[in-house]
């Protein structure tokens, strides 16, 4: 499988001092910063449908500027799917996964079909992906991985973040790796920092992370290879 890594350009890339930006992989984007992470973390305990709600509406708050930023909304739109998406987030039936901030903006807000919502999330998706302060691979054919079943039924409390958050895990190497994606950059991340911090809490350490984006019908098939949603 090949990985296309989008590689930032000067007009949509955080105005950081490169002198002053800390070495690659120790970067913290501001969807990490607002990361909660309870101080003790029992093992094996499903994770907080509360605090992963709270996640996702970070996310999606933190989409939507990033957009704006890069010019793909306007103030005003940014403020009026910002609004409309933190309701759907709350309206989200107990047990089901959450709406992701891209296919809604897409599907929901702007009402794209087909290859159309294919193509639109996908430039959106680039666009974030040169905002991001870190680098992300972009795998168009993720969904040829295989389905970890059995890491997901021994750690049912990472399944769960995984199917909430439609961060589905594409790569696992028991305690050592693991590598998660989504059509959002933001929500990959946040996803693979809880799962990370459920894999510390079980094994005492955590493991190499690498997160990936993939195009909206490779997550939609992979979400339902894995979760059945």
């Known amino acids: 499988m090949s990985a296309v890594v989008e590689t930032p350009s000067s007009a949509e890339t955080h105005p950081t001092d490169p002198a002053t930006q800390k070495p690659q992989g120790t970067e913290t984007s501001p969807v990490e910063e607002k990361l909660e992470?309870?101080?003790?973390?029992?093992?094996?305990?499903?994770?907080?449908?509360?605090?992963l709600k709270r996640q996702m509406s970070h996310c999606g708050e933190y989409t939507y500027q990033a957009l704006n930023k890069v010019g793909k909304l306007s103030p005003e739109d940014t403020s009026k799917i910002t609004q409309k998406y933190l309701k759907a987030v709350n309206a989200t039936a107990k047990g089901e996964p959450f709406p992701d901030a891209l296919e809604y903006l897409v599907v929901t807000g702007w009402q794209k079909k087909d290859i159309e919502s294919?193509?639109?999330?996908?430039?959106?998706?680039?666009?974030?992906?040169?905002?991001?302060?870190?680098k992300i691979a972009h795998l168009a054919f993720a969904h040829q991985n295989e389905t970890p079943i059995e890491f997901y039924n021994d750690y049912p409390q990472?399944?769960?973040?995984?199917?909430?958050?439609?961060?589905?895990i594409i790569q696992i190497s028991e305690k050592d790796f693991l590598t998660v994606t989504s059509i959002n950059p933001f929500t990959a991340t946040?996803?693979?920092?809880?799962?990370?911090?459920?894999?510390?809490?079980?094994?005492?350490?955590?493991?190499?992370?690498?997160?990936?984006?993939?195009?909206?019908n490779a997550w939609k098939y992979t979400r339902e290879r894995h979760f059945g949603t």
Not at 37 to 51: C, D, I, S
Not at 158 to 168: M, T, V
């Open 118 to 134: 294919r193509d639109v999330t996908l430039e959106l998706t680039r666009a974030l992906l040169r905002y991001s302060k870190t």
């Open 37 to 51: 992470v309870p101080a003790k973390r029992e093992v094996g305990k499903m994770p907080h449908a509360e605090l």
């Open 158 to 168: 990472i399944s769960e973040i995984c199917r909430l958050l439609s961060a589905p």
């Open 190 to 216: 946040a996803a693979a920092r809880l799962i990370s911090n459920e894999m510390e809490a079980e094994f005492g350490r955590k493991p190499f992370q690498f997160i990936t984006t993939t195009d909206l």
